[in-house]
Protein backbone atom coordinates (compact mmCIF):
# COMPACT_ATOMS: atom_id res chain seq x y z
CA UNK A 1 0.00 0.00 0.00
CA UNK A 2 3.09 1.98 1.05
CA UNK A 3 4.95 1.52 -2.01
CA UNK A 4 1.83 2.07 -4.28
CA UNK A 5 1.04 5.46 -2.64
CA UNK A 6 4.73 6.49 -3.36
CA UNK A 7 3.78 6.42 -7.38
CA UNK A 8 -0.26 7.25 -6.62
CA UNK A 9 0.18 10.32 -4.65
CA UNK A 10 2.19 12.09 -7.17
CA UNK A 11 0.51 11.12 -9.83
CA UNK A 12 -2.80 12.07 -8.63
CA UNK A 13 -1.08 15.88 -8.60
CA UNK A 14 -0.35 15.54 -12.23
CA UNK A 15 -3.88 14.53 -12.96
CA UNK A 16 -5.61 17.46 -10.88
CA UNK A 17 -3.64 19.56 -13.13
CA UNK A 18 -4.37 18.41 -16.68
CA UNK A 19 -8.24 17.65 -15.11
CA UNK A 20 -8.78 20.95 -13.87
CA UNK A 21 -8.89 22.94 -17.42
CA UNK A 22 -10.39 19.93 -19.06
CA UNK A 23 -13.57 20.47 -16.65
CA UNK A 24 -13.61 24.08 -16.98
CA UNK A 25 -13.33 24.25 -21.00
CA UNK A 26 -15.95 21.08 -21.21
CA UNK A 27 -18.46 22.76 -19.41
CA UNK A 28 -17.67 26.21 -21.35
CA UNK A 29 -17.62 23.90 -24.90
CA UNK A 30 -21.06 22.59 -23.62
CA UNK A 31 -22.75 25.66 -22.86
CA UNK A 32 -23.19 24.74 -19.53
CA UNK A 33 -22.17 26.39 -16.30
CA UNK A 34 -18.84 26.01 -14.70
CA UNK A 35 -19.00 24.53 -11.83
CA UNK A 36 -21.32 21.52 -13.43
CA UNK A 37 -17.66 20.73 -14.91
CA UNK A 38 -15.88 20.64 -11.42
CA UNK A 39 -18.85 18.63 -10.21
CA UNK A 40 -18.38 16.23 -12.86
CA UNK A 41 -14.76 15.98 -12.57
CA UNK A 42 -15.06 15.67 -8.53
CA UNK A 43 -17.47 12.61 -8.93
CA UNK A 44 -15.62 11.14 -11.65
CA UNK A 45 -12.90 11.11 -9.66
CA UNK A 46 -14.25 10.13 -6.31
CA UNK A 47 -17.52 7.99 -6.53
CA UNK A 48 -16.43 6.16 -10.05
CA UNK A 49 -12.91 5.65 -8.54
CA UNK A 50 -14.29 4.54 -5.72
CA UNK A 51 -16.56 1.97 -8.02
CA UNK A 52 -14.63 1.62 -10.67
CA UNK A 53 -12.99 -2.01 -11.87
CA UNK A 54 -10.29 -0.13 -13.53
CA UNK A 55 -6.64 0.64 -11.57
CA UNK A 56 -5.42 3.64 -13.53
CA UNK A 57 -8.44 4.81 -15.42
CA UNK A 58 -9.85 8.18 -14.68
CA UNK A 59 -13.06 9.63 -15.11
CA UNK A 60 -14.61 13.01 -15.60
CA UNK A 61 -16.55 15.52 -18.61
CA UNK A 62 -15.61 14.52 -21.70
CA UNK A 63 -14.87 16.47 -24.66
CA UNK A 64 -16.98 14.10 -26.66
CA UNK A 65 -20.03 14.33 -25.31
CA UNK A 66 -19.28 18.42 -25.47
CA UNK A 67 -21.84 19.04 -28.78
CA UNK A 68 -24.28 16.75 -27.55
CA UNK A 69 -24.72 18.62 -24.01
CA UNK A 70 -24.80 21.69 -26.31
CA UNK A 71 -27.02 20.88 -28.29
CA UNK A 72 -29.30 19.34 -26.13
CA UNK A 73 -29.30 22.11 -23.70
CA UNK A 74 -30.46 24.28 -26.57
CA UNK A 75 -33.53 21.36 -27.38
CA UNK A 76 -34.79 20.84 -23.84
CA UNK A 77 -35.06 24.52 -22.67
CA UNK A 78 -33.64 24.24 -19.71
CA UNK A 79 -30.11 22.98 -17.91
CA UNK A 80 -32.83 21.74 -15.49
CA UNK A 81 -34.18 19.27 -18.23
CA UNK A 82 -31.13 18.57 -19.24
CA UNK A 83 -29.48 17.05 -15.92
CA UNK A 84 -33.19 14.94 -15.36
CA UNK A 85 -31.56 13.16 -18.54
CA UNK A 86 -28.16 12.39 -17.48
CA UNK A 87 -29.62 11.38 -14.33
CA UNK A 88 -32.07 8.81 -16.55
CA UNK A 89 -28.71 8.16 -18.61
CA UNK A 90 -27.51 7.29 -15.52
CA UNK A 91 -30.21 4.34 -15.35
CA UNK A 92 -29.66 3.13 -18.73
CA UNK A 93 -26.00 2.86 -18.49
CA UNK A 94 -26.49 0.36 -15.05
CA UNK A 95 -29.43 -1.32 -17.03
CA UNK A 96 -26.73 -1.98 -19.93
CA UNK A 97 -24.25 -3.26 -16.77
CA UNK A 98 -26.69 -5.59 -15.78
CA UNK A 99 -27.21 -6.72 -19.02
CA UNK A 100 -23.75 -7.13 -19.65
CA UNK A 101 -23.13 -5.09 -22.67
CA UNK A 102 -19.33 -4.33 -21.66
CA UNK A 103 -18.36 -6.54 -24.15
CA UNK A 104 -18.99 -4.46 -27.07
CA UNK A 105 -15.26 -2.45 -26.47
CA UNK A 106 -13.84 -6.19 -26.96
CA UNK A 107 -15.02 -6.31 -30.68
CA UNK A 108 -12.66 -2.87 -31.87
CA UNK A 109 -9.29 -4.36 -33.49
CA UNK A 110 -6.14 -3.48 -31.40
CA UNK A 111 -5.17 -1.56 -34.63
CA UNK A 112 -8.01 1.18 -34.50
CA UNK A 113 -7.50 1.51 -30.84
CA UNK A 114 -4.08 2.63 -31.11
CA UNK A 115 -4.46 5.29 -33.90
CA UNK A 116 -6.74 6.39 -30.98
CA UNK A 117 -4.28 6.62 -28.38
CA UNK A 118 -1.89 7.90 -31.07
CA UNK A 119 -4.74 10.56 -32.73
CA UNK A 120 -5.88 11.88 -29.39
CA UNK A 121 -1.79 12.76 -28.81
CA UNK A 122 -1.77 14.41 -32.20
CA UNK A 123 -4.88 16.51 -31.55
CA UNK A 124 -3.96 17.09 -27.78
CA UNK A 125 -0.70 18.98 -29.27
CA UNK A 126 -2.27 20.56 -32.22
CA UNK A 127 -5.08 22.33 -30.04
CA UNK A 128 -2.23 22.92 -27.09
CA UNK A 129 -0.25 25.38 -29.55
CA UNK A 130 -2.73 28.53 -29.36
CA UNK A 131 -2.65 28.19 -25.63
CA UNK A 132 0.90 27.88 -25.23
CA UNK A 133 1.28 30.73 -26.92
CA UNK A 134 -1.47 32.82 -24.86
CA UNK A 135 -3.99 32.72 -27.85
CA UNK A 136 -7.29 31.34 -25.59
CA UNK A 137 -10.45 32.17 -27.92
CA UNK A 138 -11.52 28.50 -27.91
CA UNK A 139 -12.09 26.96 -24.71
CA UNK A 140 -9.97 23.86 -23.43
CA UNK A 141 -11.64 20.46 -23.89
CA UNK A 142 -12.84 21.26 -27.06
CA UNK A 143 -11.29 18.43 -28.86
CA UNK A 144 -13.36 18.49 -32.14
CA UNK A 145 -11.90 19.96 -35.72
CA UNK A 146 -14.80 22.27 -36.03
CA UNK A 147 -14.27 24.41 -33.07
CA UNK A 148 -17.39 26.05 -30.70
CA UNK A 149 -15.59 29.64 -31.75
CA UNK A 150 -16.36 29.21 -34.97
CA UNK A 151 -12.58 28.16 -36.16
CA UNK A 152 -11.25 25.07 -36.43
CA UNK A 153 -8.00 23.52 -35.31
CA UNK A 154 -5.48 24.88 -38.35
CA UNK A 155 -7.58 28.20 -38.30
CA UNK A 156 -6.45 28.48 -34.86
CA UNK A 157 -2.98 27.86 -34.96
CA UNK A 158 -2.72 30.02 -37.79
CA UNK A 159 -4.70 32.85 -35.70
CA UNK A 160 -2.27 32.65 -33.09
CA UNK A 161 0.52 34.26 -35.06
CA UNK A 162 -1.59 37.30 -34.40
CA UNK A 163 -2.36 37.09 -31.04
CA UNK A 164 0.87 36.35 -28.73
CA UNK A 165 0.29 36.95 -25.76
CA UNK A 166 4.52 37.83 -24.52
CA UNK A 167 4.45 36.60 -20.87
CA UNK A 168 1.70 33.51 -21.48
CA UNK A 169 4.40 32.44 -24.08
CA UNK A 170 7.18 33.15 -22.30
CA UNK A 171 6.36 31.37 -18.76
CA UNK A 172 5.10 28.12 -21.07
CA UNK A 173 8.91 28.14 -22.34
CA UNK A 174 10.54 28.30 -19.16
CA UNK A 175 7.32 25.43 -17.94
CA UNK A 176 8.01 23.47 -21.09
CA UNK A 177 12.07 23.15 -20.00
CA UNK A 178 11.49 22.42 -16.81
CA UNK A 179 9.55 19.61 -17.98
CA UNK A 180 12.01 18.43 -20.12
CA UNK A 181 14.75 18.82 -17.66
CA UNK A 182 12.63 16.76 -15.05
CA UNK A 183 11.70 14.30 -17.69
CA UNK A 184 14.96 13.18 -19.24
CA UNK A 185 17.53 14.26 -16.82
CA UNK A 186 16.71 14.72 -13.01
CA UNK A 187 13.75 12.45 -12.59
CA UNK A 188 17.05 9.70 -13.19
CA UNK A 189 19.31 11.53 -11.16
CA UNK A 190 17.59 11.33 -7.41
CA UNK A 191 13.93 9.32 -6.36
CA UNK A 192 13.34 13.18 -5.08
CA UNK A 193 12.40 13.95 -8.56
CA UNK A 194 10.05 11.00 -9.16
CA UNK A 195 8.13 12.17 -6.26
CA UNK A 196 7.69 15.89 -6.78
CA UNK A 197 6.42 15.59 -10.11
CA UNK A 198 7.76 18.35 -12.51
CA UNK A 199 4.27 19.54 -13.41
CA UNK A 200 3.98 20.60 -9.99
CA UNK A 201 6.96 22.72 -10.44
CA UNK A 202 6.25 24.36 -13.34
CA UNK A 203 2.51 25.12 -11.81
CA UNK A 204 4.59 26.77 -8.54
CA UNK A 205 6.85 28.65 -11.15
CA UNK A 206 3.92 30.09 -13.04
CA UNK A 207 1.98 30.98 -10.09
CA UNK A 208 5.13 32.99 -9.14
CA UNK A 209 6.01 34.32 -12.34
CA UNK A 210 2.12 35.74 -12.69
CA UNK A 211 2.39 37.76 -8.96
CA UNK A 212 5.96 38.57 -10.23
CA UNK A 213 5.13 40.66 -13.71
CA UNK A 214 1.13 41.57 -12.94
CA UNK A 215 2.06 45.43 -12.66
CA UNK A 216 4.94 44.53 -15.63
CA UNK A 217 3.11 46.42 -18.85
CA UNK A 218 4.87 43.57 -21.55
CA UNK A 219 4.86 40.31 -19.70
CA UNK A 220 1.93 40.40 -17.71
CA UNK A 221 -0.64 37.98 -18.07
CA UNK A 222 -4.21 39.13 -17.93
CA UNK A 223 -7.42 37.01 -16.73
CA UNK A 224 -8.37 36.05 -20.06
CA UNK A 225 -5.38 33.50 -19.95
CA UNK A 226 -5.50 32.20 -16.29
CA UNK A 227 -7.37 29.08 -15.57
CA UNK A 228 -10.95 30.70 -13.97
CA UNK A 229 -12.56 28.56 -11.24
CA UNK A 230 -15.99 29.92 -9.80
CA UNK A 231 -15.25 31.96 -6.68
CA UNK A 232 -18.27 32.56 -4.97
CA UNK A 233 -18.58 35.52 -2.25
CA UNK A 234 -20.32 33.42 0.80
CA UNK A 235 -21.61 30.27 1.77
CA UNK A 236 -24.58 30.43 0.51
CA UNK A 237 -23.73 31.43 -3.12
CA UNK A 238 -21.25 28.41 -3.25
CA UNK A 239 -23.99 25.71 -2.56
CA UNK A 240 -26.18 27.98 -4.65
CA UNK A 241 -24.17 26.52 -7.76
CA UNK A 242 -25.43 23.62 -7.18
CA UNK A 243 -28.62 22.71 -9.79
CA UNK A 244 -31.11 20.10 -9.11
CA UNK A 245 -33.17 18.35 -12.07
CA UNK A 246 -36.32 19.10 -13.20
CA UNK A 247 -38.05 16.02 -12.66
CA UNK A 248 -40.92 16.99 -14.07
CA UNK A 249 -39.80 16.42 -17.07
CA UNK A 250 -39.37 13.07 -16.84
CA UNK A 251 -42.66 12.00 -19.35
CA UNK A 252 -40.63 14.44 -21.87
CA UNK A 253 -40.47 12.13 -24.63
CA UNK A 254 -37.35 14.30 -26.06
CA UNK A 255 -35.93 13.80 -22.64
CA UNK A 256 -35.74 10.32 -23.15
CA UNK A 257 -34.51 10.45 -26.19
CA UNK A 258 -31.22 12.83 -25.14
CA UNK A 259 -31.00 10.14 -21.97
CA UNK A 260 -30.59 7.26 -24.39
CA UNK A 261 -28.29 9.41 -26.63
CA UNK A 262 -26.07 9.99 -23.62
CA UNK A 263 -26.04 6.41 -22.43
CA UNK A 264 -24.90 5.11 -25.37
CA UNK A 265 -22.19 7.56 -26.27
CA UNK A 266 -20.95 7.79 -22.79
CA UNK A 267 -20.92 3.83 -22.71
CA UNK A 268 -19.33 3.59 -26.00
CA UNK A 269 -16.51 6.35 -25.02
CA UNK A 270 -15.74 4.44 -22.05
CA UNK A 271 -15.03 1.41 -23.30
CA UNK A 272 -12.85 2.57 -25.76
CA UNK A 273 -11.01 4.49 -23.05
CA UNK A 274 -10.94 1.21 -20.97
CA UNK A 275 -9.22 -0.82 -24.01
CA UNK A 276 -6.97 2.04 -24.75
CA UNK A 277 -6.23 2.22 -21.07
CA UNK A 278 -5.90 -1.82 -20.69
CA UNK A 279 -3.20 -1.71 -22.97
CA UNK A 280 -1.03 1.39 -21.48
CA UNK A 281 -1.26 -0.22 -18.27
CA UNK A 282 2.36 -1.78 -17.83
CA UNK A 283 0.61 -4.78 -15.31
CA UNK A 284 -1.25 -5.54 -18.32
CA UNK A 285 -4.53 -6.00 -16.07
CA UNK A 286 -7.68 -5.96 -17.15
CA UNK A 287 -10.95 -3.93 -16.83
CA UNK A 288 -14.11 -5.39 -15.94
CA UNK A 289 -16.11 -3.52 -18.77
CA UNK A 290 -19.82 -4.48 -16.97
CA UNK A 291 -18.71 -3.03 -13.73
CA UNK A 292 -17.46 -0.17 -15.38
CA UNK A 293 -20.82 0.38 -16.95
CA UNK A 294 -22.17 0.25 -12.81
CA UNK A 295 -19.80 2.60 -12.01
CA UNK A 296 -20.09 5.15 -14.37
CA UNK A 297 -23.67 5.16 -14.21
CA UNK A 298 -24.24 5.72 -10.39
CA UNK A 299 -21.30 8.73 -11.60
CA UNK A 300 -23.81 10.32 -13.82
CA UNK A 301 -27.12 9.55 -11.56
CA UNK A 302 -24.91 11.30 -8.89
CA UNK A 303 -23.53 13.88 -10.86
CA UNK A 304 -26.83 14.84 -12.74
CA UNK A 305 -28.64 15.12 -9.20
CA UNK A 306 -26.67 18.02 -7.66
CA UNK A 307 -25.92 19.93 -11.70
CA UNK A 308 -23.07 18.07 -13.26
CA UNK A 309 -22.26 17.34 -16.75
CA UNK A 310 -22.48 13.67 -17.92
CA UNK A 311 -19.42 11.75 -16.88
CA UNK A 312 -17.20 9.49 -18.72
CA UNK A 313 -13.98 7.17 -18.33
CA UNK A 314 -10.89 9.98 -20.24
CA UNK A 315 -8.01 9.01 -22.13
CA UNK A 316 -6.51 12.06 -21.29
CA UNK A 317 -6.90 11.97 -17.84
CA UNK A 318 -6.00 8.29 -17.75
CA UNK A 319 -2.81 8.70 -19.90
CA UNK A 320 -1.50 11.29 -17.89
CA UNK A 321 -1.90 9.26 -14.57
CA UNK A 322 -0.21 6.21 -16.49
CA UNK A 323 2.27 8.07 -17.79
CA UNK A 324 3.14 10.16 -14.01
CA UNK A 325 3.06 6.58 -12.33
CA UNK A 326 0.04 5.87 -11.25
CA UNK A 327 -0.61 1.93 -10.23
CA UNK A 328 -4.02 2.04 -8.17
CA UNK A 329 -7.34 3.60 -8.45
CA UNK A 330 -6.14 5.90 -5.18
CA UNK A 331 -4.50 7.99 -7.75
CA UNK A 332 -7.91 8.79 -9.32
CA UNK A 333 -9.43 9.30 -6.30
CA UNK A 334 -6.92 11.61 -4.91
CA UNK A 335 -7.07 13.23 -8.20
CA UNK A 336 -10.64 13.85 -7.48
CA UNK A 337 -10.48 14.97 -3.87
CA UNK A 338 -7.70 17.63 -4.98
CA UNK A 339 -10.37 19.09 -6.98
CA UNK A 340 -12.59 19.03 -4.24
CA UNK A 341 -10.73 20.84 -1.57
CA UNK A 342 -8.80 23.35 -4.00
CA UNK A 343 -12.25 24.24 -5.55
CA UNK A 344 -14.12 24.53 -1.96
CA UNK A 345 -11.17 26.26 -0.17
CA UNK A 346 -8.69 27.88 -2.65
CA UNK A 347 -10.18 29.15 -6.07
CA UNK A 348 -8.34 32.08 -5.73
CA UNK A 349 -5.19 30.22 -6.15
CA UNK A 350 -6.20 28.24 -8.59
CA UNK A 351 -6.99 31.10 -10.55
CA UNK A 352 -3.25 32.42 -11.08
CA UNK A 353 -2.12 29.49 -12.95
CA UNK A 354 -1.23 30.42 -16.33
CA UNK A 355 -3.18 28.58 -18.98
CA UNK A 356 -0.33 28.36 -21.07
CA UNK A 357 1.61 26.00 -18.05
CA UNK A 358 -0.96 23.94 -18.36
CA UNK A 359 -1.05 23.75 -21.78
CA UNK A 360 2.99 22.79 -21.89
CA UNK A 361 1.90 19.67 -19.69
CA UNK A 362 -0.44 18.62 -21.85
CA UNK A 363 2.14 18.86 -24.65
CA UNK A 364 4.21 16.17 -22.88
CA UNK A 365 1.25 13.80 -22.50
CA UNK A 366 0.41 14.39 -26.61
CA UNK A 367 3.62 13.67 -27.30
CA UNK A 368 4.18 10.51 -25.36
CA UNK A 369 1.03 9.08 -27.19
CA UNK A 370 1.83 10.00 -30.73
CA UNK A 371 5.35 9.45 -30.51
CA UNK A 372 6.76 9.44 -34.06
CA UNK A 373 8.23 5.66 -33.60
CA UNK A 374 4.47 4.19 -33.54
CA UNK A 375 3.63 4.69 -37.21
CA UNK A 376 6.89 3.15 -38.19
CA UNK A 377 6.23 -0.04 -35.92
CA UNK A 378 2.44 -0.10 -37.29
CA UNK A 379 3.66 0.39 -40.82
CA UNK A 380 6.44 -2.27 -40.61
CA UNK A 381 3.21 -4.26 -38.97
CA UNK A 382 1.63 -4.57 -42.54
CA UNK A 383 -1.32 -2.45 -44.60
CA UNK A 384 -3.84 -4.99 -42.89
CA UNK A 385 -2.83 -3.35 -39.57
CA UNK A 386 -1.72 0.37 -40.81
CA UNK A 387 -4.81 1.14 -43.05
CA UNK A 388 -7.12 1.08 -40.16
CA UNK A 389 -4.76 2.74 -37.68
CA UNK A 390 -4.19 5.68 -40.11
CA UNK A 391 -7.80 6.54 -41.03
CA UNK A 392 -8.56 6.18 -37.67
CA UNK A 393 -6.00 8.82 -36.52
CA UNK A 394 -6.34 10.61 -39.44
CA UNK A 395 -10.49 10.93 -38.91
CA UNK A 396 -9.89 11.98 -35.13
CA UNK A 397 -7.74 14.53 -36.33
CA UNK A 398 -10.13 16.03 -39.00
CA UNK A 399 -13.45 14.94 -37.31
CA UNK A 400 -13.80 14.16 -33.87
CA UNK A 401 -13.49 11.38 -31.59
CA UNK A 402 -15.98 9.07 -31.98
CA UNK A 403 -16.30 9.62 -35.84
CA UNK A 404 -12.85 9.14 -36.44
CA UNK A 405 -12.91 5.78 -34.37
CA UNK A 406 -16.24 4.68 -36.59
CA UNK A 407 -13.94 5.71 -39.73
CA UNK A 408 -11.12 3.42 -37.87
CA UNK A 409 -13.48 0.50 -37.34
CA UNK A 410 -14.95 0.63 -41.11
CA UNK A 411 -12.14 0.49 -42.73
CA UNK A 412 -10.94 -2.57 -40.34
CA UNK A 413 -14.09 -4.44 -41.40
CA UNK A 414 -13.69 -3.86 -45.18
CA UNK A 415 -10.12 -5.44 -44.53
CA UNK A 416 -11.62 -8.02 -42.78
CA UNK A 417 -13.73 -8.63 -45.66
CA UNK A 418 -11.39 -8.58 -48.67
CA UNK A 419 -8.86 -11.33 -46.51
CA UNK A 420 -11.90 -13.32 -45.76
CA UNK A 421 -12.62 -13.27 -49.77
CA UNK A 422 -8.56 -13.91 -50.48
CA UNK A 423 -7.92 -16.22 -48.09
CA UNK A 424 -9.96 -19.79 -47.83
CA UNK A 425 -9.06 -19.39 -44.03
CA UNK A 426 -12.36 -20.91 -43.06
CA UNK A 427 -11.22 -24.53 -44.43
CA UNK A 428 -8.79 -26.83 -45.45
CA UNK A 429 -8.35 -27.59 -48.75
CA UNK A 430 -6.78 -30.97 -49.91
CA UNK A 431 -6.39 -31.91 -54.25
CA UNK A 432 -6.10 -35.70 -54.63
CA UNK A 433 -2.72 -35.70 -57.08
CA UNK A 434 -5.07 -35.48 -59.89
CA UNK A 435 -7.56 -38.25 -59.32
CA UNK A 436 -10.16 -36.08 -59.64
CA UNK A 437 -10.89 -36.47 -55.77
CA UNK A 438 -10.62 -32.90 -54.29
CA UNK A 439 -11.19 -32.55 -50.21
CA UNK A 440 -12.02 -29.38 -48.30
CA UNK A 441 -12.41 -29.28 -44.26
CA UNK A 442 -14.53 -26.54 -42.65
CA UNK A 443 -13.28 -24.69 -39.44
CA UNK A 444 -15.39 -24.76 -36.45
CA UNK A 445 -16.96 -21.61 -36.94
CA UNK A 446 -17.92 -20.96 -41.23
CA UNK A 447 -19.95 -17.23 -41.19
CA UNK A 448 -21.45 -15.35 -43.92
CA UNK A 449 -17.82 -13.15 -43.69
CA UNK A 450 -16.67 -16.56 -45.56
CA UNK A 451 -19.40 -16.68 -48.68
CA UNK A 452 -16.74 -14.90 -50.81
CA UNK A 453 -14.50 -17.18 -50.52
CA UNK A 454 -16.72 -20.40 -50.57
CA UNK A 455 -17.85 -19.04 -54.00
CA UNK A 456 -14.87 -19.00 -55.16
CA UNK A 457 -13.26 -22.26 -54.45
CA UNK A 458 -16.44 -23.47 -55.43
CA UNK A 459 -16.78 -22.28 -59.05
CA UNK A 460 -13.16 -22.78 -59.68
CA UNK A 461 -13.52 -27.03 -59.20
CA UNK A 462 -13.35 -28.48 -62.48
CA UNK A 463 -16.49 -30.80 -63.96
CA UNK A 464 -15.89 -34.25 -63.04
CA UNK A 465 -14.79 -33.67 -59.32
CA UNK A 466 -15.43 -35.67 -56.31
CA UNK A 467 -15.90 -33.40 -53.73
CA UNK A 468 -15.19 -34.46 -50.23
CA UNK A 469 -16.99 -32.13 -47.86
CA UNK A 470 -15.84 -32.97 -44.23
CA UNK A 471 -17.72 -31.02 -41.47
CA UNK A 472 -17.01 -33.29 -38.89
CA UNK A 473 -15.08 -30.59 -36.74
CA UNK A 474 -17.78 -27.85 -37.65
CA UNK A 475 -19.56 -26.41 -34.50
CA UNK A 476 -21.30 -23.60 -36.76
CA UNK A 477 -22.70 -22.89 -40.19
CA UNK A 478 -24.21 -20.36 -40.94
CA UNK A 479 -27.38 -20.08 -42.81
CA UNK A 480 -25.61 -18.00 -45.73
CA UNK A 481 -23.47 -21.01 -46.48
CA UNK A 482 -26.38 -23.93 -46.13
CA UNK A 483 -27.85 -21.84 -49.14
CA UNK A 484 -24.59 -21.60 -51.45
CA UNK A 485 -24.13 -25.05 -50.66
CA UNK A 486 -27.76 -25.96 -51.51
CA UNK A 487 -27.75 -23.64 -54.77
CA UNK A 488 -23.98 -25.43 -56.30
CA UNK A 489 -25.86 -28.71 -55.76
CA UNK A 490 -27.70 -28.03 -58.38
CA UNK A 491 -24.82 -26.18 -60.83
CA UNK A 492 -22.46 -29.50 -59.74
CA UNK A 493 -25.30 -32.02 -61.19
CA UNK A 494 -24.44 -30.15 -64.63
CA UNK A 495 -20.82 -30.15 -64.31
CA UNK A 496 -20.65 -33.39 -63.32
CA UNK A 497 -19.68 -32.84 -59.69
CA UNK A 498 -20.02 -35.59 -56.85
CA UNK A 499 -20.47 -33.64 -53.22
CA UNK A 500 -19.84 -36.49 -50.14
CA UNK A 501 -20.62 -34.69 -46.85
CA UNK A 502 -18.49 -36.02 -43.76
CA UNK A 503 -20.04 -35.21 -40.60
CA UNK A 504 -20.38 -36.71 -37.40
CA UNK A 505 -23.41 -38.87 -38.81
CA UNK A 506 -21.52 -40.48 -41.12
CA UNK A 507 -20.88 -40.17 -45.01
CA UNK A 508 -23.90 -38.96 -46.98
CA UNK A 509 -23.44 -38.51 -51.20
CA UNK A 510 -25.59 -35.97 -52.70
CA UNK A 511 -28.38 -35.44 -50.63
CA UNK A 512 -31.86 -34.50 -51.49
CA UNK A 513 -32.01 -31.07 -49.98
CA UNK A 514 -28.62 -28.90 -48.82
CA UNK A 515 -31.42 -27.24 -46.48
CA UNK A 516 -33.14 -29.90 -45.26
CA UNK A 517 -29.79 -31.49 -44.17
CA UNK A 518 -28.69 -29.31 -42.67
CA UNK A 519 -31.27 -28.08 -40.54
CA UNK A 520 -31.65 -31.71 -38.52
CA UNK A 521 -27.36 -31.24 -38.32
CA UNK A 522 -26.07 -30.02 -34.77
CA UNK A 523 -23.89 -27.30 -36.63
CA UNK A 524 -26.68 -24.79 -37.27
CA UNK A 525 -28.40 -25.92 -33.96
Not at 77 to 106: D, P, R, T, W
Not at 214 to 240: K, Y
Request: glycine fraction near 10%; charge should be neutral.
Amino acid sequence: MLNSLKSDLPASIVVFFVALPLCLGIALASGAPLFSGLIAGIIGGIVVGILSGSQIGVSGPAAGLAAIVLAAISSLGSFENFLMAVVLGGVIQIVLGILKAGIIGYYFPSSVIKGMLTGIGIIIILKQIPHFFGYDADPEGDFAFFQVDGGNTFSSIINTIDNVSPGATLIAMISMGILLLWDIVLSKKSRVFQLVQGPLVVVAAGIIFYLLTRNNETFSISAEHLVSVPTPDSVSSFFGQFITPNFGAITNPQVWLTAFTIALVASLETLLCVEATDKLDTQKRVTPTNRELLAQGTGNILSGMIGGLPITQVIVRSSANVQSGGRTKISAIVHGIFLLIFVVMAPGLLNMIPLSVLAAILFTVGYKLAKPVLFKTMYALGWKQFLPFAVTVFGIIFTDLLFGIGMGLAVGVVVILIKSYQNSFFLHKEDGQGSGRIKMTFAEEVTFFNKGAILKELDSLPSGTFLELDISNNRYLDHDIIEILDDFSHKAKLRDITIQIISEKGAVENPASYLEYFKSSPQTA
